[in-house]
């Protein structure tokens, strides 16, 4: 069953984790990487680990302890103090570097790319980020994500979920929060996003973070579209 569209013009997406399969991605680069170098390490351990420091180097900007800082950035500061776990604490600049980039070179969840296809022959679609500008660039021409344009929250200044990341969208397209749907496998990033008048979507990634995952299994509140997959979305939303 089609969702009624209302007015809305534009679809914007959480990428890590709703669009692209981070956590597989890299496990895979990097230990196709590694094995090439003779390089022995706990791939999965360090991404997993990797991935844990997410939330609280972001939160170190959000709560003014250090300047605006983009996930690049944050993500290098934080393997530079996970490589000794894994055995890999002499690492050359230019190896910890291609590391980092890793983040630049994920792949798409199965369906992502022909489902964007068909949303963006309707709804003007982006991703609304963490991720900077050139991780987001990046990975869209490594994954064959077909973006009109990139909303990363590095324009903004902020991270998600402060309101200036929806918000800032919906200025830079001359479009009403209504007008705007937030799509995203995290029920806090729509929580977000409908505080201050966007329409949302819920896609599950039930693998996001490995087997054992155990949150955002569903979606927690009634949001404007439910769909299992991003292809079910496009046909939800008449594409």
């Not at 351990?45 to 939160?59: G, S």
């Not at 792949?107 to 949303?119: C, D, F, I, M, N």
Request: proline share 5%; glycine share 8%.
């Amino acid at each position: 069953m089609k969702v009624d569209l209302g007015n809305v013009k534009a679809i914007v997406f959480d990428t890590f984790g709703t669009v692209v399969d981070w956590r597989s991605s890299i496990i895979n680069d990097l230990s196709a990487w590694g094995g090439g170098r003779g390089l022995d390490a706990d791939w999965p351990k360090l991404v997993d680990r990797w991935r844990a420091l997410y939330e609280p180097q972001k939160d170190r900007v959000r709560k003014g302890e250090i300047p605006w800082t983009n996930l690049d950035e944050l993500h290098l500061d934080a393997l530079k103090t996970l490589l000794p776990e894994i055995g890999l604490g002499g690492l050359r600049s230019d190896d910890i570097s291609h590391i980092n980039k890793v983040w630049h070179r994920l792949k798409g969840w199965p369906e992502a790319s022909q489902a964007l296809v068909r949303l963006k022959s309707r709804f003007i679609i982006g991703p609304l980020s963490n991720g900077n500008v050139a991780l987001l660039v990046d990975m869209a021409k490594h994954a064959g994500l077909p973006w009109d344009a990139i909303f990363s929250c590095e324009l903004f200044r902020h991270y998600k979920p402060h309101p200036s990341t929806y918000l800032g969208v919906c200025q830079q397209l001359y479009l009403q929060p209504e007008e705007v749907m937030m799509c995203a496998a995290h029920n806090y990033d729509l929580r977000a996003a409908r505080a201050v008048g966007l329409r949302t979507a819920f896609i599950p990634r039930p693998t996001e973070y490995g087997p054992g995952q155990t949150t955002d299994l569903s979606a927690e509140e009634d949001w404007d579209v439910v769909a299992k997959d991003l292809l079910e979305f496009a046909s939800r939303m008449g594409t």
